[in-house]
């Protein structure tokens, strides 16, 4: 297996062909050896938003409005439509009885809208099923007997277009499994906030007594914040990838390092004031995912609310 190149060390290795740097760009690759494509992102919102769209490009579209469904058809229908109509006229060619004209114009019709419709392709394989039914020959000669060169040139028309049916299946897939592993890094990335963030919030319930907490109770919030392999901060130190990166590593979450710093120093006030910027440094990200769940919720035949 080749290895890529790249000119960073890699912060984090979300997959062999998506890498991210020290700086939190992910970077994307695609294809092998000369053909490699390289693409950075500064989000993990586009990449997945390109990869759900080329997955709708090859295999389709179905979105449901009401109780009805609006059907788009992907390039893997529009192929497999091609295969069945070219099938259906070689079949009705090679029937053992001479073919009517309106057969012969129908059939002929079928090559010409086809060719058509592949229409301005650089793909190899439709290139060449395209080339092939530009130059079908004649359906009979000038004594009137069929030509067998129609039924092998349809043959190898329909080779052609299968191996590009093949192709976007694999590349489906491909984009399928990358498109899963940015998904599951997002979201894992956004369990990490949401956890530190209410964390943060039980921490600031206990400064809203008449007293300041002691110092014990301020010792155990330093403790899991910052202290120990589960604390708080390795959690967010493990986020690496933009544009989530950019916000843990912000002034306001890392002054949460210096908590057991305050608590030695006696100072409540920059104790409290640590949490109160990290808990708000992180809220975008907690309303954001929020607002996403609630325009999941929909309502039943019932009329009661369900996700």
Same mark, same amino acid.
């Given at each position: 297996m080749e290895k890529l190149k790249v000119d960073f060390e890699p912060a984090q290795r979300i997959s062999r062909k998506m890498l991210v740097d020290p700086d939190g760009a992910l970077h *994307?690759?695609?294809g092998e050896g000369e053909k490699q494509k390289h693409h950075p992102f500064d989000d993990l919102d586009t990449p997945i938003r390109q990869g759900s769209n080329i997955i709708e490009r090859y295999q389709g579209l179905v979105v449901k409005i009401g109780r009805q469904e609006v059907r788009i058809a992907g390039e893997a229908q529009q192929i497999g439509a091609w295969v069945s109509q070219l099938q259906q006229a070689v079949s009705r060619f090679l029937e053992p009885r001479e073919l009517s004209l309106a057969e012969q114009k129908? /059939? +002929?019709? %079928?090559?010409?809208? /086809?060719?058509?419709n592949i229409g301005q392709v650089t793909n190899d394989a439709k290139v060449k099923a395209q080339a092939r039914l530009r130059t079908m020959p004649s359906l009979t000669d000038?004594?009137?007997?069929?030509? %067998?060169?129609?039924? *092998?040139? %349809?043959?190898? !028309? *329909?080779?052609?277009? &299968?191996?590009?049916f093949d192709d976007i299946h694999a590349k489906t897939w491909g984009v399928v499994l990358r498109t899963r592993k940015l998904v599951e890094e997002k979201m894992r990335i956004e369990r990490i906030i949401v956890n530190v963030y209410n964390c943060l919030g039980k921490f600031l319930m206990k400064f809203q007594d008449s007293q300041a907490p002691d110092k014990k !109770?301020?010792?155990? /919030?330093?403790?899991?914040?910052?202290?120990?392999?589960?604390n708080l901060m390795?959690?967010?130190?493990? /986020?690496? *990838?933009?544009p989530y990166f950019k916000r843990v590593?912000?002034?306001?979450?890392?002054? &949460?390092? +210096? &908590?057991?710093e305050y608590v030695e120093k006696g100072r409540v006030d920059y104790f409290h004031t640590a949490l109160i910027g990290a808990f708000k440094k992180l809220r975008p990200v907690v309303k954001e995912r929020e607002a996403r769940q609630i325009k999941k919720l929909t309502v039943n035949d019932n009329g009661q609310l369900k996700r």
């Open positions: *994307v690759f695609w129908h /059939i +002929r019709a %079928t090559f010409g809208q /086809i060719c058509d000038s004594q009137g007997r069929k030509n %067998t060169q129609v039924a *092998v040139r %349809t043959g190898e !028309t *329909v080779v052609d277009l &299968l191996k590009r !109770t301020l010792e155990n /919030i330093a403790k899991q914040a910052v202290g120990g392999k589960a390795a959690g967010l130190e493990s /986020i690496k *990838v933009l590593q912000s002034r306001e979450v890392r002054r &949460l390092r +210096r &908590l057991p």
